[in-house]
């Protein structure tokens, strides 16, 4: 339900009312009675963003926090593993050819 502006002719007060959208239209005044009332032009219902930014995951459950992070953790050891594995290699076949290069 929006918010929204009025203004009396006769006295000038101003206030917001949190009404439904097909509520009719306020006419009578709280602080002076009469029937002066109008509705104000505002900027209504839109969204206003403010911050540093707005992204996905800032609204992520914890549930799925915790799923990323065992993935990343477990993906880390795996490529750790690979180049561990990948330099004795290596060093294995540079021994066998005599600490010589082909090239």
């Given at each position: ?19 439904g ?6 006419k009578?005044c ?6 002066k ?7 209504g ?5 403010k911050g ?9 459950s ?5 799923a ?5 953790s ?17 060093k294995a ?8 290069s082909?090239?």
């Open positions: 339900m929006p918010t929204y502006d009025y203004e009396c002719d006769a006295c000038s007060h101003t206030f917001e009312l949190f009404q959208i097909n509520d009719p239209v306020q009578k709280p602080e002076c009675g009469k029937n009332l109008r509705r104000l032009f505002g900027t219902g839109a969204i206003v963003f540093s930014g707005f992204y996905q995951t800032y609204y992520r914890e549930s799925y926090k915790k990323a992070q065992a993935d990343k477990s993906s880390e050891s795996k490529s750790e593993s690979k180049s561990s594995g990948s330099s004795t290699e290596s076949s540079t021994a066998k050819s005599g600490g010589k082909d090239s």
